[in-house]
């Protein structure tokens, strides 16, 4: 029951941000952007004046669905962001454009949480079921719950180190935008605003992988 409890209060916490998150971005999306440039305009004008000029802007499908690939090099922005002329998608497009210049600057926890992603890519796709089979036969193999609890550990410390990638993400492009000129003052809090309920979605994800970590490392200990 422990188990379901804690990702119960963080299921709950996160669906509250998520939709805080979204409310956020729906109401800055009808506030019309002074400089009248479209995401993608924002995009291409934050690459250009970070010297960056092997990146790709493109449109994906879906809502809130904007990332930076650090393979292909791309910047990609959901179809809202790419053709909005709003401070949500001015903040959005400036924000993933943050990662493109961590890219091109060597940033250190970018390049740390780039060469865990297959390590984590892995321990997704097994743990859960290492885990539930390493607590049905704790008493026979304890090895294996032991295994299970090193590979969730390996995505807890992925979700803290994409902690600072964004917020630095954010801090790049509330700059750039403040420096450029793009937004006013009010602006520039409603924009700071959205980034802030966004990075919160991490926050979040961060605690409750670590809280759930913590519950099945208390099991191997009771148990052995």
Not at 20 to 47: C, D, H, P, W
Not at 56 to 85: C, W
Not at 190 to 208: G, N
Request: aromatic fraction near 12%; hydrophobic fraction near 50%; glycine fraction near 6%.
């Amino acid at each position: 029951m422990g188990i379901y409890l804690i990702l119960g209060v963080f299921m709950l916490i996160s669906w509250l941000v998520s939709w805080r998150l979204k409310s956020k971005f729906n109401e800055y999306s009808q506030v019309s952007f002074r400089g009248n440039l479209t995401g993608a305009q924002i995009a291409a004008k934050m690459l250009a004046d970070n010297g960056i000029s092997d990146v790709k802007i493109l449109s994906v499908e879906g809502q809130l669905t904007d990332h930076y690939n650090p393979v292909e090099k791309t910047v990609n922005l959901s179809p809202e962001v790419y053709n909005g002329r709003s401070v949500a998608a001015a903040a959005v497009a400036a924000h993933e454009c943050g990662h493109a210049v961590q890219h091109a600057k060597a940033y250190a926890w970018l390049g740390m949480r780039s060469k865990l992603v297959p390590a984590v890519s892995f321990a997704s796709k097994w743990m859960q079921w290492i885990l539930l089979a390493g607590v049905l036969t704790i008493t026979v193999f304890p090895w294996l719950l032991l295994f299970g609890i090193v590979l969730f550990a390996a995505t807890t410390i992925f979700s803290f180190i994409t902690l600072p990638v964004e917020f630095d993400a954010s801090n790049r492009a509330l700059a750039w935008l403040e420096g450029s000129g793009m937004t006013s003052s009010q602006e520039h809090d409603m924009a700071k605003d959205a980034l802030k309920w966004a990075a919160m979605t991490y926050v979040v994800a961060a605690l409750s992988s670590l809280a759930t970590l913590m519950y099945y490392v208390s099991i191997f200990l009771r148990r052995r």
